[in-house]
Structure formats: structure tokens, C-alpha cells
């Protein structure tokens, strides 16, 4: 059985920061891109950011370019999401997500593979 399994969210004050994992298990992620998605109550999920299978290549929106950060270890078939400077807006439940193909894609309906979320609050 496939699982995403996120870890590392929590209360934060503004200007903090947290590194986010989503250790995959039931199979290797290592040839498919991955990426992190967030929600906040009442809003439409929101991609974060995605690294190709090779992690040659990254995406990011606006909002957290800059702040955020998304790497991977396919040794660990793990995912991580480092971020800085976080803002009450910030918050969310975040969940991470794999791809069955190996580039980046901003689209959630993009990702086949998800997990069930961390909440992340940034106090002000």
C-alpha cells in the first residue's frame, strides 16, 4: 500500500520558520516529480512547490518564492519543505504529493498520490 506520510508542521510566530517531510513508503518515488500542496479553511487548495524526479528542476508560486524551499532525497524516498520567513498567511494544512509523471506541474488533479496533511499555523 502507498503512503505519503507528512510530518513537521506546527505553531509558529511570524517571521519563523519549519521544515516540512513526507516520507513515502509501498514504493519508490524516484522517477516521479513531487510536490506540496496547502488549504486553509474555507480556500481552494493551493500548490506550493514541486521538484522534478531528478530535482533538476523546481517550481514555485509567487507567494513563497523566495521563502520556501523544497528539496528531496531518493534514498530516503523522502520529500522535505524547508520554510523561512513564514506569515500568518501562511497558514494551512499542507500535504505533499507525488506525480505518476517526472516533471513539474502547479496542478493538483496533476498528482495521483497524496497525504493526509500537517497542519501549519503561523501566529502574527
Known amino acids: 500500500q502507498v503512503q505519503l506520510v507528512e510530518s513537521g508542521g506546527g505553531l509558529v510566530q511570524a517571521g519563523g520558520s519549519l521544515r516540512l517531510s513526507c516520507a513515502a513508503s509501498g514504493r519508490t518515488f524516484s522517477n516521479n516529480a513531487m510536490g506540496w500542496f496547502r488549504q486553509a479553511p474555507g480556500k481552494e487548495r493551493e500548490f506550493v512547490a514541486a521538484?522534478?524526479?531528478?530535482?533538476?528542476?523546481?517550481g514555485y508560486p509567487d507567494s513563497v518564492k523566495g521563502r520556501f524551499t523544497i528539496s528531496r532525497d531518493n534514498t530516503k524516498n523522502t520529500l522535505y519543505l524547508q520554510m523561512n520567513s513564514l506569515k500568518p498567511e501562511d497558514t494551512a494544512v499542507y500535504y505533499c504529493a507525488a506525480r505518476r509523471g517526472m516533471v513539474v506541474r502547479a496542478i493538483a488533479s496533476e498528482y495521483l498520490y497524496w497525504g493526509q496533511g500537517t497542519q501549519v499555523t503561523v501566529s502574527s
Open positions: 521538484m522534478a524526479w531528478n530535482g533538476d528542476n523546481t
